[in-house]
């Protein structure tokens, strides 16, 4: 049985909030701007018009526009508007979802419901993505019973389409592009996926949830970039994250086709219910109507001026840090960033150690794999943060750099984990998993090397997956304490 629950009696509010307010003692640190990825902060007056539009909206639900037409303006104004930032026409459509993932997840299953009416299959339907795409593709076919093709990527990092092209069979359904992709942070050549989609008669996905409201503005500001959009010929649908460098409040994504019919095969009707005749728009059946607000509310109060000097400065600040990166002797960053994302890597030193390292000095950095590097997610509360992200990264990598116990008992637990697994009871390997897990996070006395070192000591074998299922499995329960008495 579980250990909560409900109080008998209901608890005082600000005693409630209060009792919040400590639990956040160990997130992120995310007002600091010691961190990169998961918040988008533009600052306090941009957060304040979320949240009001937030909170007048947060009991409404966007499942039936027609009992909230206040929604439908909403979203409709928001989709709309996220169509002229991406050169859509007048037949481009669309719809809010609750973030990037529902957003490809919806053009997968349209793409699927399109390729069934269609196109003649031989088999299971296929899609094509580059392996550096997001893996809510991958997630999608999952749940959706499709087959997920990865082409590899080039020495660039963006796809080869060359590998694509040989990839395509009567199958394939849809193709996939990210501009820009998350790990290294450069644009797959949309052009050239979008021609051979067209030319083998079938969609094509352009995963524009990072760059959708980062890229139109670099162009305004006059940053030449390769044709990523609806501007492209053969483009049938692209993903927007209003929650990302929209800046809007969490929850909020735009997905948009190139016109109404492909926009359909992601609604779900059921006409039988006795509960009445049930229609949804997309995955979710409740909408929260705050995360609409919100979105509409942010996008109309900064304005394509604002966004456009707030998205440029982030774009000079990372050529700032990537040219700082790259004076540190055995440090590199991966191909040509196009944007705000990079990744640090290192032939001289263990990149993972260095973040360990960074973490000690108050940063949260998320580690990558194949090749090892860090992720750097650039917005606009690093602005003005590039020296001391530069110092603190010269610190780190001199204390990496050093022989230390530390380093040599994480080495030593890599290997350790790695056969206990089979030897330890499971409440015992737990609490490694829990110690990896938590450390080098927003607890930033720990560090984290060690999982990743472990990851990639197990990469490619069953064993990785279990682990990993037994570490999201643990990070979503409540946390334990140590098993008493048994050291
Ligand atoms: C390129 C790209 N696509 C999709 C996603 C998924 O977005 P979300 O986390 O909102 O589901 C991300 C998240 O970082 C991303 O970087």
Redesign the pocket.
Known sequence: MSSFKLPEKGTDASELLQRMESFKGKDINWPSGKFF?YVFYAGEDIYNVAKSAYTSFMSTNGLNPSAFPSLRKMESEVVGMTAHLLHGDENVTGTMT???????MMSVLSAREWALKNKKLYGTPEVLAPAS????FAKACHFFGLKYVEAQIGEDFRVDVSEMSQLVNPNTILLVA?A???PQGVIDPVEEVASLALKNNILCHV?????GYLLPFLEMGGVFLPKFDFRVEGVTSI?A?T??YGYAA?GA?VILYKNKALRKGQFYIKTDWTGGIYGSPSFAGTRPGGAIAAAWAVLNYIGAERYTKMQLNAFHTTRKLMEGVKAIDGLSVLGNPDAT?FAIASEKYDVHSIADEMSELGWYINRQQLPPSLHI?VTDIHVGKEKIFLDDLNIAVKKASKFSWENFKKNVQVNAVIGLKKMLPTSYFNQILDTAGKSGGADSGHRKAAMYGMMGALNGTDKLEELVEDFIDQLNSPEQESPKGKK
């Open positions: 990825g609750s973030g990037g993932t529902e957003s490809i795409a997001h893996p809510a990210s820009p992709q998350y995963d524009c949830c990072v760059g993903s994250d929650h990302k969490k994504s994302l997610f």
